[in-house]
């Protein structure tokens, strides 16, 4: 049933901005330098008449999102953004009374549509992937969310129930989920702190030694400067994926630059994630990969609190990647296969036993993976996608809320600080840690919190 809280949207406004990052970050292979935002505002109104505007912002993550044999990354940041362009229109074009939940389910069509408009126009020899798709959608999905708790006054968290939603989540999901609302699985206030996981890339020195020509910009630029400045506790390493010695080495190396830097400053317990970038190309190497660590470092193993998506994002086509028995060993959870609920569900017959959210993939859809992974007790986490300013704000909100999440990601302080100008001077506590932490608390205001 309609509700006299749904709004309507009145107006659209997207802008772009190119970011150059402070020093380059790799990942799965590919070497990222700078970043383009997208920033999108949105006016709405209720029947009453109350007005107001929503904001979200989105780095669009391409060489992430849409990496291809086919298409370059000029090709795909040009399709997303074209996206993003033809998106603004369809949804000016139609606009949708509701809840924001109903309303970006209502935006899935027109999606479809500016995704093969793109390919067409754009001569792609590919059609944008889903999760292409999911990133260039999701400024648009958080200024919806910020703008119905704006014109409501309220914090967005908090109009999820049944008094502001006209379905249950068996709508959206399962009918496991019948009667059931997302204030089930949300909370009603932020944590008032989470620690942050600060990113060891591929290309970062941990030593002095590692260092050629120093950046003397006043950050940190080793792993033990960063450890000492920011207190750390919690550390995530890029590994490769196809090159068993080096991974080995690395994770054995991140351990020996630690040690020293915990230990002066009295810290005698600390956790890694580690994340291969889905190039593994069999579960074995995992497993292998995991007994050299044990034989090496048995401390560093010790303090790996999860593994994220060691192979191929394509579950449907790499089916034999089974993650049962390394699921036995630490929580091995899906990042960029997580597309939608039956990504979800194909995952865990696959043996995966956690997933990670991310904004980039849109604020309705990781509410309701949010939901999905706590009723069915997967490990969750939410993930960074070198997300600067508004947007490492949003998915810090979504950390904060969601109940069973532990830690953030944040590094855009390491490869994109000048993204944080404003923001910081703002809301201080979310972007200078303290004991290697984040005041998630300031995250509480209307709209998505800030």
Known sequence: MPKLTDITLRNVRVEQELLKYRAPIKFGGRVVTDAVLVNVTLDVETAGGQRASGFGSMPMGNVWAWPSAKVTAEQSLQAMLRFVELLAAAIAEEPITAHPLDITHGWHPLCQQAAAKVQSELGLAEPMPPLAILVAASPFEAAIHDAFGKVHQQNSYNLLGKEWVAHDLAHYLTPDF???????????EPKPTMPLY????????????????RLNDGLPETLGEWITRDELTHLKIKLNGDNLQWD????????????????????????????FNEKCATVEYLLDFLKLVEAQ?????????????????????????????????????????????ESLHLAREQGYSGVALKA????????????????????????????????????????ARIPTI?????????????????????????FRLKNGTVATSELSGNGLGF
């Open 406 to 430: 532990v830690a953030i990601e944040g590094n855009s302080r390491q490869y994109c600080p000048v993204g944080n100008r404003g923001w910081s001077d703002r809301f201080p506590g979310m």
């Open 178 to 188: 019948a009667g059931e609302y997302l204030d089930r699985y949300t909370s009603r």
């Open 360 to 399: 980039c993939k849109g604020h309705t859809e990781a509410l309701l993976m949010g939901a999905a992974a706590q009723k069915y007790n997967l490990f969750l986490c939410v993930q960074d996608l070198s997300c600067p300013g508004y947007s490492f704000l949003h998915s810090a909100s979504l950390a």
């Open 297 to 341: 470092s048995p401390a560093a193993l010790g303090r790996v609190q999860y593994i994220e998506q060691p192979t191929h994002r394509d579950l449907k086509l790499h089916p034999e990647n089974r993650m049962h028995r390394a699921a036995a060993i630490k929580p091995v959870v899906i990042d960029e296969s997580l597309v939608d609920l």
């Open 248 to 275: 080995v080495d690395r994770v054995v190396a991140v351990e020996q630059a630690a040690v020293p830097a915990q230990s002066a400053r009295g810290c005698a317990a600390w956790n890694y994630s580690l994340d």
């Open 198 to 213: 600060h990113l060891v890339g591929a290309l970062d020195p941990l030593f002095e030694s590692d260092i050629a020509n």
